[in-house]
């Protein structure tokens, strides 16, 4: 784009064109009376107008001892939180033993503007347990829940916040706390699902 003359200290350019995370650059050239020029840049600026891309991103739970588990075979009241038609997931839950934490990590959000954060919520079917939490750049969380009650789903979600401030869609995923500790070992045991209702 060429040099606009401006005659005040502010100037107004409408650029059209520009593709979402492309970068430009102002120049500023001030001349005086006898054509004597200094020239200024500014910092980068990022063209960005949509929300992070979570079409390759994925959640999974990290736990010592978990297996995964099709969705679809669960009893119809563990669907409750599973689909209810605004989250991304995958047909899976993880079902672990560990009743003290829930550990998770994800990849494949991403946004050519750049991400500036990101954010997770952890729920139940009656509600929030833990509601958007900031968490910056990591992409892992392990958080700090007193005791998980078995037999419950809870359904992970994380979004990210591009550098424009867009926020995309959630991601998710489930995790099935199933476990106890045997009367005569003590030691903890990990539960395979079998439901009879």
Not at 163 to 192: E, H
Request: aromatic share 14%.
């Amino acid at each position: 784009m060429p040099y606009t003359l401006a005659n005040d200290n502010m100037s107004i350019v409408y650029l059209t064109g520009l593709v979402h995370g492309q970068v430009v650059y102002g120049l500023l050239k001030c001349l005086n009376k006898v054509e004597l020029a200094a020239v200024a840049a500014s910092s980068a600026l990022v063209a960005a107008y949509e929300k992070p891309d979570i079409a390759m991103a994925e959640v999974k739970l990290i736990s010592d001892a978990y297996v995964r588990f099709p969705m679809s075979g669960l009893p119809d009241k563990f669907h409750i939180i599973a689909n209810n038609g605004s989250f991304a997931f995958n047909d899976q839950i993880f079902v672990q033993g560990n009743l003290t934490t829930l550990k998770f990590e994800w990849a494949g959000i991403t946004d050519a503007a750049g991400l500036r954060n990101y954010e997770y919520r952890v729920m139940v079917a009656d509600g929030v347990i833990v509601n958007w939490t900031y968490c910056g750049n990591y992409t892992f969380v392990d958080v700090p829940l007193v005791r998980l009650t078995s037999e419950t789903i809870y359904a992970v979600q994380i979004r990210a916040t591009n550098m424009a401030g867009f926020t995309s869609d959630a991601i998710q995923a489930f995790a099935y706390g199933k476990g106890s500790v045997p009367k005569l070992t003590g030691n903890a045991f990990l539960y395979f699902i079998l439901f009879a209702f």
